[in-house]
């Protein structure tokens, strides 16, 4: 089974910094992207930024996080990070981590999905 752990959530003062990362595992073959969404009580998931996980690197960025977020693939194979920055109140939310089009084997079988982690919280006090 494909399982998604993120971690790096904290409680931060406006204007600092934190590094978010979610680590993939499972007997995976591939995967087309990965990203993070935020959530808080009451308001739709967002996305935050996604990044492709092969061949040539592209990234997409929410407006409200550009410039002061940047999501790069770990060092580590199915690894994602979040480098966020210039946090302010409204970043406070729990970040998901998503992996899109998940190839991995059961048996001798491949399957593809999607899966989501349990979310990291971050807190940026004022």
């Known amino acids: 089974q494909v399982q998604l752990v993120e971690s790096g959530g904290d409680l931060i003062q406006a204007g600092g910094s934190l590094r978010l990362s979610c680590v993939a595992s499972?007997?995976?073959?591939?995967?087309?992207?990965m990203g993070w969404y935020r959530q808080t009580p009451g308001k739709p998931r967002e996305l935050v930024a996604t990044?492709?996980?092969?061949?040539?690197?592209?990234?997409t960025y929410v407006d409200s996080v550009k410039g002061r977020f940047t999501i790069s693939r770990g060092n580590a194979e199915n690894t994602v990070s979040l480098q966020m920055s210039d946090l302010k109140p409204e970043d406070t939310a729990t970040y998901l981590c998503?992996?899109?089009?998940?190839?991995?084997?059961?048996?001798?079988?491949?399957?593809?999905?999607?899966?989501w982690g349990q979310g990291t919280q971050v807190t940026v006090s004022s």
């Open positions: 998503n992996a899109n089009g998940v190839r991995y084997l059961r048996g001798d079988y491949l399957y593809t999905d999607d899966y």
């Open positions: 499972g007997s995976i073959i591939g995967i087309n992207a």
């Open positions: 990044i492709t996980m092969s061949g040539g690197t592209r990234t």
